[in-house]
Nanobody, 121 residues
Framework: QVQLVESGGGSVQAGGSLRLSCASS????????MGWFRQAPGKGREGIAV???????DYALSVKGRFTISRDNANNILYLQMNSLKAEDTGMYYC???????????????WGQGTQVTVSS
């Protein structure tokens, strides 16, 4: 059974930082395109950062310059470093994986259970 397990969420004040992690049981991890998505209350799931198999990245405009996605293929872990957090970054954050490059579209085949990020202003 494929597992994607997110961690690192929490509550932080505006301007603060958090680093999310996603541990994956997918093998080989390096064969998968990976992404971070978030869902605010009452809104749809939004793609915010994706990373290709060899490290090419793409970001939603709302997080570009503040968030950094990275991957550790040796240890099967996906990261999201979030700096200069804003209240509008509040939501449930999910990692996702697929062998198809869906970029920022929420069409990935595998999803984690999510980790909550709350930013207070």
């Amino acid at each position: 059974q494929v597992q994607l397990v997110e961690s690192g969420g929490g509550s932080v004040q505006a301007g603060g930082s958090l680093r999310l992690s996603c541990a994956s049981s997918l093998y080989p991890f390096s064969a998968y395109y990976m992404g971070w998505f978030r869902q605010a209350p009452g809104k749809g799931r939004e793609g915010i950062a994706v990373i290709g198999r060899v490290g090419a990245t793409d970001y939603a405009l709302s997080v570009k310059g503040r968030f950094t996605i990275s991957r550790d293929n040796a240890n099967n872990i996906l990261y999201l470093q979030m700096n200069s957090l804003k209240a509008e970054d509040t939501g449930m954050y999910y990692c996702a994986a697929d062998r198809v490059d869906w970029r920022l579209l929420p069409r990935y085949n595998y999803w984690g259970q999510g980790t909550q990020v709350t930013v207070s202003s």
